[in-house]
């Protein structure tokens, strides 16, 4: 019966570190991984507004398949109810309509994150927990994730085997263990530090024919400029990379540059409008770095993928603890002890 309540413990704790961590990543990567919520009723009954759904990235989507998609800078969990040259035709099991209506194109399938993972036909859901992920902000996310984990350490920490009717009174923490908590925040902060320094400028814009009549209204086929300002509000130096997904894009005035603490520079973006009129958003993605590396080594990395110049620090800060650990000669040495009886008359 214990280990089936311990087993039990595990579980669950692995369970919602699993969704605040993947929570995190969707935040990072800035589309939904592994796990995402339905944030309208256009799916109604089969997903309602707030249920949380499992997103299977590797399935290829068929026609009857639930996807998440992204269309016009907006991820969206819709059903296949067609296919054509180019895409998938879509429409939530709520709307009258399909997403194509008005011309609009069909969903492209390199901006599929998934489709939805189904049993026996019926969306594997957990019913409100979207409403709960998205109260919770993304600092609170990371600062929980932390917890959770040094919780998980400190369980695995707990020596095996017999004890002493003496030693069951007490709650003792040690050196090392306080060292791997402080090592754990310590990285944490780090990482979200470097993931404050990405941001995602959006340029919303229409093209209609009646272009220049407001304010980013433009006629098809005409190239306008946008001006984007990047500060660097940390207290060390970063490297910045600009990147962008659309041949929309056709300029830039600079991609990559470094800048010192309170540093700002102003980046140009040409944008050439479609030949189509409708409303349309171009994403920017600017990523920082610290530069605890050479910035050439950063911006090798960053070719490769944008999240390898943060795993690189962190292998090096992981290094330089290490070090430090072995040096100093932390050991087993109890630095608290906790009474647990009086800890349960003050939680009384």
Excluded at 82 to 105: H, L, R, Y
Excluded at 178 to 198: D, E, H, N, R
Excluded at 231 to 248: C, G, I, T, V
């Amino acid at each position: 019966m214990f280990f089936v309540k311990k087993l039990v413990e595990v579980v669950f704790t692995i369970i919602i570190f699993m969704f605040l961590v993947v929570s995190i990543l969707g935040y990072v990567l800035d589309r939904p991984v592994f796990i995402s919520y339905a944030s309208s009723g256009s799916m109604t009954p089969t997903i309602r507004e707030g249920d949380a759904f499992f997103i299977n990235p590797f399935k290829s989507p068929e026609v009857g398949d639930i996807i998440i998609f992204e269309a016009n800078g907006k991820w969206t969990v819709h059903r296949i109810v067609g296919e054509m040259d180019g895409g998938f035709i879509t429409k939530g099991d709520n709307n009258v309509a399909t997403d194509q209506q008005n011309g609009k194109p069909p969903i492209s399938y390199e901006n599929v994150a998934g489709t939805v993972l189904t049993v026996n036909g019926h969306p594997l859901l957990i019913k409100g927990l979207g409403n709960t992920l998205s109260g919770v902000s993304f600092e609170w996310k990371l600062v929980l994730s932390v917890l959770i984990l040094i919780a998980g350490i400190s369980t695995l920490n707990k020596k095996t085997g017999r004890r002493k009717k003496n030693e069951k009174k007490w709650i003792k923490l040690d050196f090392k263990l306080l060292y791997l908590a402080l090592s754990v925040t310590f990285i944490s902060v780090f990482v979200f530090s470097s993931i404050t320094a990405w941001e995602t400028e959006r340029i919303d814009y229409v093209v209609t024919s009646a272009g220049s009549v407001k304010e980013n209204w433009y006629l098809p086929e005409t190239t306008f400029e946008r001006q984007i300002l990047i500060k660097n509000q940390m207290l060390y130096p970063q490297a910045y990379f600009l990147s962008w997904e659309s041949d929309r894009v056709r300029d830039v005035s600079e991609d990559s540059f470094v800048l010192m603490p309170g540093e700002s520079k102003e980046i140009f973006v040409s944008v050439t409008t479609p030949s189509d009129t409708s409303i349309f958003s171009e994403k920017m993605y600017i990523n920082g770095y610290l530069l605890s590396i050479p910035p050439e080594t950063v911006k090798s990395l960053y070719a490769m993928h944008p999240s390898l110049p943060i795993v690189a620090s962190i292998i090096e800060i992981l290094a330089i603890l290490f070090v430090i650990y072995k040096v100093s000669g932390i050991g087993n040495e109890e630095f608290l002890r906790i009474n647990k009886r009086k800890l349960r008359r003050l939680r009384l």
